[in-house]
């Protein structure tokens, strides 16, 4: 029986004015029938808002939503199961029966047509909040980790900048402690995560260096590169590198061979030097057009190679400054759903007012969306959720295509653990709550809101 003497439904809109955690008890009769008993936990507003559910009954809890995307298949009126930070289980409403103990969640209570995605994962960021990852201090990264979390971002790779080697050594010493370390050990904090790092530089074009500063670029050896992996401690996962550089080739082959997702970029390759590149292991590139040879009908440089390569993934800026929005939607027609990628390149600009920042070891000025440094753009302000809009309006990409772009595409080209990226049993609950516009309304790190 239920709390009015019949059968709750579990339609939209039909649950009781305030949300309600209720333990239901398996019906013996058909899949999707429930029946409420007695033992109920209210959750009251307030405690919704703050989505704090490690009080309630059980561990179990099931968030209730208009819609999802995991993201290759989008899923009506759906429940999502959460159990010790996991999810154990993705259905819907008319499929499946809400287990005894469970606490549910109706997130559309809190916002109308709510969406759950993935959270969503930058695999090139220097920084937000006014912080420089390669300049943060460990108790200055959460307030970054924070920043992040508000606009979506579940899992990022921390990205350097051409830098003096002992500095960028350092840099990467700390990055490595961040990433190891035991999620929540921070206060028990619910914030992104960095969960690898992106080299960008020392080993790049110096024509197509943007303003990764010259003095600090090399060419590639082994040498070098295994003494940044041992300043890393192996949590390497993506390296940007001009693959014409003598030597690079052979840096590649190593990198891939390590399992390092190996991204051409910050390059002035000839079509066949793009692709010797990608035989010795590359299998991405770094923000298409930008800090590239540019693409000529005769002779086609690297872009055609990235524009064409099924081998490849390719990611790009979506911010309406670093790429035209008629190119980004060439971009798109040209990878496709499952090989674009979504990507910041936001400085520690983001988030912040006009003024002068720090991108590594240079300053940068920030004025009108524009970031730059002597006139040349310098990374971005882009967070990624205003990415994921853009692409929608840009390219007329539906919003779950859009998302894809920005979770399991990430994921997936960066070598991450099958449980990144997707909502799916056995993976981690990162996830984000949007509105149908991909506004972010809430934000989950292993099944607790941040």
Avoid at 142 to 170: E, I, Q, R, S, W
Avoid at 181 to 204: D, K, T, W, Y
């Amino acid at each position: 029986m239920g709390l009015s003497g019949r059968t709750p439904s579990w339609e939209c809109g039909t649950l009781p004015a305030l949300p309600v955690a209720i333990s239901l008890a398996r019906s013996p009769s058909k899949v999707g029938t429930v029946k409420a008993i007695l033992r109920v936990t209210l959750v009251t507003k307030h405690d919704l808002t703050k989505h704090d559910l490690s009080k309630y009954l059980t561990n179990m809890i099931v968030l209730s939503a208009h819609r999802l995307y995991t993201p290759q298949e989008e899923i009506p009126e759906p429940l999502l199961f959460i159990e010790d930070g996991l999810i154990s289980a993705v259905t819907s409403r008319a499929q499946t029966e809400i287990p005894r103990n469970a606490t549910v969640v109706d997130l559309i209570k809190d916002s109308a047509g709510a969406i759950l995605a993935p959270g969503f994962v930058d695999i090139h960021i220097h920084g937000g909040a006014g912080l420089d990852v390669m300049r943060a201090s460990p108790a200055e990264l959460p307030n970054l980790n924070k920043f992040l979390t508000m606009h979506g971002v579940t899992g990022y790779f921390p990205t350097t900048v051409a830098a003096p080697l002992d500095k960028t050594c350092a840099a990467l010493e700390r990055m490595a402690d961040a990433i190891e370390a035991v999620p929540g050990s921070n206060g028990n904090a619910v914030q992104a995560r960095p969960l690898g790092i992106h080299l960008e530089g020392p080993f790049l074009s110096h024509k197509r260096r943007g303003v990764h500063p010259p003095e600090y670029l090399v060419a590639p050896t082994l040498e070098i590169f295994e003494r940044l992996w041992q300043a890393a401690r192996g949590q390497v996962r993506m390296m940007t590198i001009a693959p014409e550089l003598p030597g690079a080739l052979e840096v590649i082959a190593e990198a891939a061979r390590r399992k390092v997702c190996v991204s051409i970029g910050h390059s002035d390759a000839v079509l066949e030097a793009a692709r010797a590149g990608v035989r010795a292991g590359a299998r991405h590139a770094t923000h298409t057009f930008n800090a590239m040879r540019p693409l000529d009908h005769r002779d086609p440089g690297i872009l055609a190679e990235v524009l064409t390569d099924s081998r490849l993934t390719a990611d790009i800026i979506v911010d309406g400054i670093h790429v035209a929005p008629e190119v980004v939607q060439l971009f798109l027609q040209a990878k496709g759903i499952e090989r674009a990628v979504l990507i910041t390149d936001a400085t520690a600009a983001a988030g912040m007012p006009d003024g002068t920042y720090q991108l590594g070891p240079i300053q940068v000025e920030v004025k009108d969306g524009r970031c730059t440094m002597d006139g040349k753009l310098a990374g971005s302000v882009l967070t990624m959720d205003c990415a994921v809009r853009n692409v929608t309006q840009f390219a007329g990409w539906s919003l779950q295509n859009a998302v894809r772009a920005a979770t399991l595409n990430p994921a997936r080209a960066a070598g991450l653990a099958q449980g990144y990226g997707v909502l799916a049993p056995g993976a981690e609950a990162n996830l984000v709550v949007l509105n149908p516009g991909g506004e972010v309304r809430q934000t989950f790190i292993r099944g607790r809101a941040a």
